[in-house]
């Protein structure tokens, strides 16, 4: 076993610490990992797991939405810088205007969200619940925040209800474009398209199945195909090489990683450890509001 991974293990025995990392992580980190999943799984696995300290290998919102839940536990983000775009193209202040527009309606925001953001919602969501959880919310109108092409599927999903939303969007995903798919399809006919709802609603339309990681690492897991096109961030191809080493499993567009899942390294994750990198705060004014969102998210889903 390399060097590295002994000392990160001996670390997390000293500190009581547990590693997280979500399926869009390098490999090795993955490896390494003690949880590795969705961030609904993750979120799940913070609020449960006895340790002192979280070692999140994702990005920033992940983290904090992990310290929201585990408010005792030291939460530990290995890059500091590890944001997500998606997550910061929506403020508190455009939320407040958005339901100063729709006296009434819930806010259900993407748990790609700020604290802040969350703490101005009624009920959070992750793309593996967002589809119940909105259906199970009353009234006829709902606001969406921030990614517009996760709520663009919500919405087709629950026809009943009337979406406000949000043009929020991952970089990433919109990479792809409808002729992209198109062309993997000509080339690959055997294969199935699993596609991700932060795709461009064109793209998710021509797929076979769209759904979260955790669902497209399910459906391809039950299917009998003998290959998948994969259009989602590169990190699920680990997972789904290692567990079915008989299927093929192609990704959908060269341009499919996210940067800032890929700041953390092994050596990032050591450092975490050892010097305490970066410990997560959230801000006590709106943390117990932001804590209801996700509770309710937990509830719902
Ligand atoms: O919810 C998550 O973990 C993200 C960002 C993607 C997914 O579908 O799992
Ligand atoms: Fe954010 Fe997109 Fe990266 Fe996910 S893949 S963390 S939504 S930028």
């Not at 989602?232 to 290692?242: H, M, R």
């Amino acid at each position: 076993m390399r060097e590295i991974i002994i000392t990160i293990q001996e670390l997390k025995r000293k500190r009581r610490a547990v590693l997280l990392a979500h399926n869009y992580q390098l490999d090795d980190v993955q490896a390494v990992a003690d949880y590795v999943g969705d961030s609904f799984y993750l979120s799940k696995v913070a609020a449960d797991v006895k340790s002192d300290v979280i070692v999140f290998c994702g990005v920033r919102f992940m983290a904090e939405t992990a310290k929201l839940l585990a408010p005792d536990k030291e939460v530990l983000l290995p890059e500091r810088d590890a944001g997500c775009p998606l997550a910061e193209m929506i403020t508190a202040e455009d939320v407040r205007r958005l339901k100063s527009e729709h006296p009434g309606t819930p806010v259900m925001c993407y748990v790609n969200s700020s604290v802040e953001v969350k703490a101005e919602s009624n009920v959070c969501c992750t793309s593996a619940n967002a589809v119940k959880i909105a259906a199970s919310l009353p009234g006829k109108k709902l606001i969406f925040v921030p990614d517009g092409n996760l709520g663009h599927y919500v919405a087709s999903r629950v026809m009943e209800k009337e979406f406000i939303l949000w043009p929020g969007h991952c970089y990433t995903h919109a990479k792809i474009k409808p002729d992209d798919v198109l062309t993997v399809r000509e080339k690959y006919r055997e294969a199935k398209v699993l596609i991700h709802p932060e795709c461009d609603p064109e793209v998710a339309r021509l797929a076979d199945f769209t759904g979260s990681t955790s669902q497209i690492m399910h459906y391809a897991e039950k299917s009998s195909a003998p290959a998948f096109i994969i259009g989602t961030e590169v990190g699920v191809l680990y997972q789904l090489s290692a567990k079915q080493p008989d299927k093929k499993f192609y990704l959908l567009h060269p341009g499919l990683i996210c940067p800032n899942m890929k700041k953390t390294r092994l050596e990032s994750v050591l450092a975490a450890l050892k010097d305490n990198k970066h410990s997560i705060t959230v801000e006590q004014a709106v943390a117990a509001k932001a804590r209801y969102t996700l509770d309710r998210m937990l509830e719902l889903a």
